[in-house]
């Protein structure tokens, strides 16, 4: 058995740490030890190598530390990759080689996968040691045997040599020992005391006084390193080194781990009454009976490296009465000495005053001490001297004879010190040792009864002399159990219990295990070597006899709880011995490397071992119930017990013993015995799992793993949850220990571990209440469980879970959403909790220690236990060994940084009890790991959730699982979460090949109708990541639109519904992103974001950039090939993307827009209504948002009393919904209505498309669209319309309101509605019957010249306002808009109307042109040369064209004479017709007409002339009116103070120059035109006499006499005006 690691047997030896030269034995000890059982057991206790079992406590290689890569998670106005890129590259190559070393090395084979496993950076700093030593009752390696371990820095200081004398001068020897602290083990900090040294001092060593002092010049310093028993050696075992031997070892309360047995001999004084030069002789004789007979070689030499000496010499003793001595002699004694043993000191005196070179030593007396009688001897020995030695020296009678010096005085004092770990002090440890070597010789009765009272009295055995010989005694006792008769097994279990549990009651360390016991069974034990039947069955044997006794009802006495406290002992006894037994039948039978095979117990011994493990289980549940503590380490005991069997025994017969427990503790059991089920099985599983051991259904793979997959979802449903969070850590620290195991990296290991485990995501989904039942915590540690089960999970098991049903596949999908939820990575200011302030109640709760909400709970403690250290430059032992490790993982900090302190700080702040107070707390570096850990872990998370669905994707597209296929509501669930979570930069990467994989499968499923609202969150996000500044993420969400785009092609061949989608999710969109920012001058201007957007939606439709983006995103260039299932051509069409791009940017623009005229919205409402107006026509594919920015527009308008234009609005919304309606055929109206409405609000679509149907999508629909809403906003328009007197509207709406009251027989409403007909046409009537025609407004042109307007600039638009604004009116009004948006600019107003020009107006003077403009009815002739008159017609209030008349002169005068006097006729037509949704509308066309002098004055006249006609011809309801306006024409036709107008006409072109210029058809048409006024004038006077009365009849003559006073006038320039009047 040579290593388990070479020869694959799980026992190793280590040879014991061998004594040098100085402290072997020989020959003494190599004497025949077989007559002497018990010397024999020392020796082989002291002497065998420690066998040491690879199995006990686990295997475990760590993959070694794994290296997290920083993850990028950008915001819309973050572009952190790109900073990093800029801060690589300015470091150096090598630095970059490096990184790409350390991090090629982290994390495990992920070629198959999207991303690394998330288990890692969950528990970044898993220690199995650290988590196994959690468990209670854990078993703790003693790693190191040797448990005081020191450096010792020896100083020699040789003595002076006097040359003249030959002899050296007495000198005083200071031994100076220097201890230094070491970091690896305990140190005693303790001085050392009684130290036996064993050197050369340097020159004679037979001289010395040891009382006068002497100069040092001369040090020599060694290193010592002292072993457990005591021996000190300097540096390495060479001939020359230094020995030391610490006395204290023989009184210290430990075991002798090393085999010593000597005695040191101190001879002090001897007292003579003249001056000698003294010297003494030691020797160790046999007996006295022959004294020729040479003493044994046993005399150690000062001299390193000799052998054994048979006498030794202690130095000179110079010119003293009382010789004193300092020597030290160390004598080796026999394994076992006789009453003859003896110690023979002989004194020579030299004599040094002769000039003899060598004097030759004469002897002067002799003492001798028996070994037997002072051996044990603590306290001085005084001795007299014989003069000579005779035969038989020890005798009494021989000592009564001889004769003694100084008159047989005890003059010779010494001291001697025993150090022996073979020969024991106590008497009855000797006693029991007579008696086993009595018992193994048989030499001894048969019954032994010697043997058993010598075990008796083992119990009152000193505690220091037990402890010491521990290991022998121990030995002996499991000799006897295993060999004795049934009498000796009782006799000696229930004294080794006994000796156990004193050792246990004494431990120093008050451990659960002693260390002492520790060892013994680790190292020491080893069955006897093979050399006698194992232990185990004597053992097993006779415990379970006691236990049987004890369940029978027996009184067994107080002994079976100490039996109970010590069973593990018992137990890894019997496993170790059962172990090394299996070892050594196939030890010779073993091919190299491989495992020795489990071996088949006896039934016999199995029978016994299966009633002792029922009686410990009784034992366990009946005091668990009593709450006894002993139970539970009880219960670990038997715990570990299965845990070894399962490397030793065959595991069905484990199986039996683990069945056997899970019997007693079955289902859900009180909460202390349901925490001993939990440790019973959390330490049964530390094993390996793989070990295979069918349970009672053969279908079993591996029973321990089915039965852990049970219990722990019991668990979780147990009502204690302190219960469910053990289960879950049990859990996750298991998969831990498979995935950071170097030996199961293989693919087919981690397949194994996760069908192991998959049972356990089975039964979670088929009892998800469980699940959702518990906390946070423990949620994310059975989520971290699933991911790492599902990763290594092969395709067919996935699959055929997938199989079973629609419910079940949607419930394993709610895992994985819920994995998204609880392991996303907050946003820095998420993670702000409230009660971080000091003043918070929160402050006052209980201090967490929770880090990190994320992370496995073994974080949380790992970072309390940092944040209590002090953090200095370098690791130090005083900070412990927790910075040792945390330093490994982080670079060590460049500052010193108390994080004790800040933790202090921190608590008495009272901001203990917040995450983020407590993170705050940490180191710098820690808090930087901490939240690499959790970027880690989310990006780990997210990819492996992608992953699933890229593989669920694949079934789906084969129909091979059971899911919804109609809606696939399990991708689209995902998809929704991921998207709208934060995620890293390496997610987008690995998203969009899957995104666009999922939409080649399953397109058409993901479009339809019923994904409405998978397929709006969807396209939000993708234009929410539009606007992300990172140049990835927003490429990548460029080409998720176009994805979108080409599924849109592929299933409908258009994309008119996901324009509508589009539209709507652009509209929330800007309700979230910020589209302007401030400048420096406080103006607003379009921020970054908008920006970035603009680009995004222009780049969707670059055909330029789209083959290298798709490339550059990991897509191939055939990804936007969009072609359907019946036709194979590709439907894609970069116009209509085009189109689609451009509705997109306009809403875009629109929102923008009205944005930056957030600041002047309430102070130029036209520019507010516009920007409403922009809105509602940007978002018009959408009817809800359409209609809704109209109904904004409408109460804009009202507050501006602009009610035609309100009116307008809400005519505007009736028309959207009556569209859809007429488009689902609903019955009510038709196309004609619809016709009827563009009439009045020609803005209503003509078109009835389905556009409005498609927009049914989540909270945007076309259901929303009834008859109901369209009756109430045609009311409303006719409300608003009322006010603003444009009754003709009325009618009009009236007319489409009442079919639908019609069809529903709804009488009452249709009375009323014919009751407002009546009123609205007598109000027609009442406008028309008006002598003052009646105008509804008042219309302005506005001509904006000047940079400072920004859009406006060199643009015209006619303005429509109420009735009663002026010209001055307006022009104030437009100059307060924009004087306070000029920012020092001029801003004039042009004063007429002339044609501008602006390239010649001051560039530093913003201008207005004012211009008041008349409306032009639809067939007006704008060619006539008269004069333009009213009333219009109240039937003609749609106005789309405009004119205005400027008089000029050819000359370039201002004004001039009729003659002179020009006209230029404007006219501009306007984008729409007034009363549109808006104030104002450009002008997008401008006519001129020039009228020449004489064409102005014919027109005049012919004006006056229609006019009086007019009055003639019209009827009237009252000969009154008809007076009245008849009065009023002649009297401003022909009265004498008036007769100037026509008779300046006269004058001007009839008479003089200006009548030689006029052509004759000029002057034709001048004359007629006069002719005709006249005779119409003559005809009007008639008619006025006969409609006056007798108070009129002088205003008839002054009319009379004004008109023949005219036609004289007139005479004098048309004669012929006589003949014709």
Known sequence: METASTSGLRFRRIPRQSFSNCFKMEPLLDENLEQWPHLNELVQSYGADWVKDEYKYGHYENVGSI???????????????????????????????????????????????????????????????????????????????????????????????????????????????????????????????????????????????????????????????????????????????FQAFDFRITSRNEPFLQLFHCLYVYPLSVSMTRKRNLFIRVELRKDDADLRKPPLEAMHPREPGSTLQKCAETQVAVGARVACYHDEIKVSLPAIWTPTHHLLFTLFHVDLQTKIESPKPVVVGYASLPLSAYAQSKSEISLPLMQELVPHYLQDTSRERADYLEDGKNVFRLRLRLCSSLYPISERIRDFFLEYDRHILRTSPPWGSELLEAINSLKNVDSTALLQFLQPILNMLLHLIGNGGETLQVAAFRAMVNIL?????????????????????????????GRQPPVYPGLATVWGSLARSKAKGYRVGPVYDDVLAMAWFFLELIVKSMALEQTRLFYHNLPSGEDVPPMQLKE??????????????????????????????????????CYDLLSTIEPRQVFELVSLYLDKFCGVCQPVLHDCKLTFLQILCDHDLFVEMPGRDPSDRNYISSILVQEIFLTWDHEDLSMRAKAARILVELLCKHEFDLRYQKMEDKLYIAQLYFPLVSQILDEMPVFYNMGSSE??????????????????????????????????????????????????????????????????KPFSSKYSERLSPAINQYLLEAARQEVGPQGTPENGYLW??????????????????????????????????????????????????????????????????????????????????????????????????????????????????????????????????????????????????????????????????????????????????????????????????????????????????????EEMADESKSFSVLKECGLPETALVSSSEQLSDNHWSWSEVKVLSDSLLLALDASLEHALLASVMTVDRYAAAESFYKLAMAFAPVPDLHIMWLLHLCDAHQEMQSWAEAAQCAVAVAGVVMLALVYRNDGVWSSDHVSALRKICPMVSGEITCEASAAEVEGYGASKLTVESAVKYLQLANKLFSQAELHHFCAS????????????????????????????????????????????????????????????????????????VRLGDIMEKLSHIYESR???????????????????????????????????????????????????????????????????????????????????????????????????????????????????????????????????????????????????????????????????????????????????????????????????????????????GDEDEEFHTQLVNGFQSLTAELSHYIPAILSEL
């Not at 029978?607 to 009880?634: F, N, P, S, W």
């Not at 945390?886 to 004790?900: A, E, F, G, H, I």
């Open 884 to 1097: 040792q490790r945390v330093n490994s993982q982080l670079s060590s900090p460049s500052q010193p940084y108390s994080l004790r302190e800040a933790l202090a700080q921190a608590q008495s702040s009272r901001i203990g009890a917040s995450t983020q107070a407590l993170r705050e707390s940490l180191h710098p570096i820690l808090r930087q790991k901490l939240e690499l850990w959790e970027e880690n872990l989310s990006a780990a998370v997210s990819l492996q959730v992608l992953e699933i669905i890229e593989k669920f994707s694949g079934a789906v597209a084969s129909r091979a699982i059971a899911t919804d296929y109609g809606k696939l509501d399990c991708i689209t669930s995902i998809f929704m979460i991921v998207f709208s979570h934060n995620q890293p930069l390496a997610f987008w990467k690995a998203m969009f090949p899957v995104f666009n994989n999922v939409f080649e499968r399953h397109g058409a499923t993901l479009m339809s109708r019923e994904n409405d609202r998978f397929l709006k969150q969807i396209a939000f996000h993708l234009l929410r990541l539009g606007v992300f500044r990172n140049e990835n993420i927003r490429k990548r969400a460029v080409i998720g639109l176009q994805i979108l785009v080409r599924s849109s092609f592929s299933y409908f061949t258009q994309t008119a519904r996901l324009r509508v989608v589009l539209t709507i999710t652009m509209s929330e969109l800007m309700s979230e992103v910020q589209v302007t920012h401030m400048k420096t001058d406080g103006t607003l201007e379009e921020s970054g974001e908008a920006h970035r957007l603009r680009k995004s939606l």
């Open 779 to 844: 949620k994310r540690e059975v989520l971290i469980a699933i991911l790492q089960i599902i990763r290594n999970l092969d395709d067919a098991s996935l699959i055929k879970a997938w199989q079973q049903s629609i419910a079940r596949t949607r419930l394993f999908f709610k895992l994985l959403e819920e994995c998204l939820i609880h392991f996303e990575q907050s946003k820095p200011d998420d993670t702000l909790l409230m009660g971080s302030s000091s003043r918070s109640p929160l402050g006052d």
């Open 1382 to 1588: 000029m920012d020092g600019t001029t801003l004039h107003i042009i004063p007429d109307s002339r044609q501008v020009k602006a390239d010649e107006l001051q560039a530093e003077v913003c201008y207005l042109q004012i211009t008041a403009v008349d409306p032009v009815m639809e067939d007006e002739d704008l060619g006539s040369r008269r004069e333009r008159t009213f009333p219009l017609s109240v039937r003609a209030r749609v106005f789309d064209r405009f004119l205005f008349d400027t008089p000029f002169t050819k000359n370039g005068k201002t004004q001039g004479g009729l003659e002179d006097q020009w006209k230029r006729r404007t006219v501009v037509h306007t984008d729409g017709s007034f009363p549109a949704l808006v104030n104002r509308l450009q002008v997008i066309k401008s006519e001129s007409l020039e009228f020449s002098p004489v064409e102005n004055a014919i027109g005049m006249i012919e004006t006056r002339t229609a006019a009086l006609r007019n009055e003639l011809e019209e009827p009237r309801s009252s000969e009154g009116d008809q007076l009245q306006s008849l009065q009023r024409i002649l009297q401003g036709s022909v009265a004498v103070q008036v007769n100037s107008g026509v008779l300046s006409v006269c004058t001007a072109f009839l008479s003089g120059e200006p009548a030689t210029r006029l052509r004759s058809q000029e002057l034709q048409q001048l004359i007629a035109a006069l002719l005709e006024f006249m005779a119409v004038c003559k005809r009007a006077i008639r008619v006025h006499f006969r409609l006056i």
């Open 1293 to 1364: 709406i009236l007319e489409l309101v009442i079919p639908v009251y019609k069809s529903r027989r709804a009488y009452g409403q249709l009375a009323k509605c014919h009751t407002m007909l009546t009123n609205i046409y007598e109000s027609i009537l009442e406008q028309e019957s008006s002598p003052i025609p009646f105008a509804d407004a008042t219309y302005y042109r506005v001509g904006f010249y000047g940079e400072k307007f920004g859009k406006l600039d060199r643009k015209e638009y006619v303005y429509r306002e109420a009735r009663d």
């Open 501 to 529: 549990t004193r050792v246990q009651q004494e431990s120093v360390d008050d451990g659960e295990r002693n260390i002492f016991l520790v060892n013994y069974v680790d190292f020491a034990f080893d069955d006897f070597g």
């Open 67 to 241: 290296a997290f890569q920083n993850q990028v998670f950008e915001g819309p106005n973050t572009d952190v990759e790109t900073e990093i890129e800029l801060a690589n590259a300015r470091r150096t190559r090598a630095q970059l080689s490096t990184e790409e070393e350390v991090s090629s090395t982290s994390g495990s084979n992920c070629l198959q996968h999207l991303g690394e496993s998330p288990l890692p950076a969950y528990e970044p700093v898993f220690d199995w040691d650290n988590e196994r030593s959690a468990i209670f009752g854990q078993r703790v390696p003693v790693n190191n045997i040797v448990q005081y371990t020191r450096f010792l820095l020896w100083t020699l200081v040789p003595p002076n040599f006097d040359p003249k004398r030959k002899i050296h001068k007495p000198v005083k020897g200071i031994l100076r020992l220097e201890i230094e602290k070491l970091q690896c083990g305990q140190v005693d900090e303790k001085s050392f005391e009684n130290r036996s040294t064993n050197g050369d001092f340097g020159g004679h060593p037979n001289i010395s006084d040891g009382r006068k002092n002497a100069d040092f010049d001369v040090h020599s310093s060694y290193g010592a390193v002292l072993d457990r028993n005591g021996s000190v050696s300097l540096g390495d075992s060479d001939t020359n080194d």
């Open 604 to 641: 016999g011994v199995f029978r016994c071992i299966m009633q002792l493990y029922d009686c410990l289980l009784t034992e366990v549940h009946e005091r668990c119930k009593k709450g006894l503590g002993l139970a539970k380490y009880l219960n670990s005991g038997l715990s570990f017990f």
